[in-house]
């Protein structure tokens, strides 16, 4: 049974969910987005360019909050109404069979009438806060 705006208090937690990013991973989001920039998939021009390693695209991290999101919605992308970031970090992600981990929680801000709440994110990989002003709205039955 999905969340209602009844439930959804000012300070309620969106409990951690952690979401993986291997190098298969950055390669299928290149073929599904057309960015295929050399750094989210070659090593060797990555550091070549002063990168720590191959990065994660920064809308595949963003992404990985929306998914939060959608999934704490009950499954359903539509219930996103609003979205934004900024990014604040890369998302380095070694060539091994673990990749980089990408951390994101958040909580309830707001209620906004109409069934919407605001909702404040946090995404961390590495230890490193990797979105900042992570803010969705989202409408709840």
């Known amino acids: 049974m999905a969340l209602s705006y009844a439930d959804a208090e000012p300070g309620s937690q969106i409990p951690a969910k952690s979401y993986r990013a291997t190098r298969l991973d950055l390669v299928k989001y290149a073929g599904a987005s057309g960015d295929f920039n ?34 704490w919605a009950g499954g359903d992308p539509g219930a996103v109404t609003e979205f934004g970031v900024r990014f604040s970090a890369m998302v380095p992600v070694p060539d091994d069979d673990h990749g980089a981990t990408i951390e994101v929680s958040g909580t309830v801000k707001e209620k906004l009438g109409d069934g ?26």
């Open 38 to 71: 050399v750094i989210h998939w070659n090593e060797r021009l990555a550091r070549a360019v002063g990168l720590p390693d191959v990065i994660a695209h920064g809308m595949y991290t963003m992404a990985q909050a929306g998914r939060l999101v959608t999934e």
């Open 116 to 141: 919407r709440v605001a909702v404040e994110l946090t995404a961390r990989s590495g230890g490193t806060k990797v979105l900042t002003r992570a803010r969705a709205v989202v409408r709840l039955p």
